[in-house]
């Protein structure tokens, strides 16, 4: 499998850094894409959310949903976060990809 081309100012020491701190396959590579009329591509390092996180993400997503967006993308994103929260563009498809990055699993229940 081909590596990764690192985004600008990233490099290979600094992934093995965050893979250390926040664990190995929480760290990816995020292509941030705008369609029409644009079409432009951001690449963003970001990490998988923890229960920190994802607590106060929830805390504010029904009363103050811009600070929820921006806490995802303040603790999620690694390199990059600087463009993402000054284009609205790619701040939103961040968001979006960040949310996605909650893994809620599913149970089986069995009545005893």
Do not use: C
């Not at 959310?49 to 994103?77: C, H, Q, S, W």
């Amino acid at each position: 499998m081909e590596k990764a081309k690192l985004p600008d100012g990233v490099s290979q020491e600094m992934i093995d850094a965050w893979k250390t701190k926040y664990g190995e396959g929480k760290v990816e590579l995020m292509k941030l894409k705008l369609d029409d009329p644009r079409n432009e591509t951001l690449d963003v390092i970001a990490r998988h959310p923890d229960r920190i996180v994802v607590g106060e993400y929830m805390r504010f997503t029904k009363d103050n949903p811009d600070k929820a967006n921006t806490i995802l993308v303040n603790n999620l994103i690694l390199a990059g976060k600087e463009k993402v929260l000054a284009d609205v563009d790619f701040f939103l498809t961040a968001v979006a990809e960040l949310s996605g990055m909650i893994n809620i699993g599913t149970a089986e229940r069995v009545k005893l």
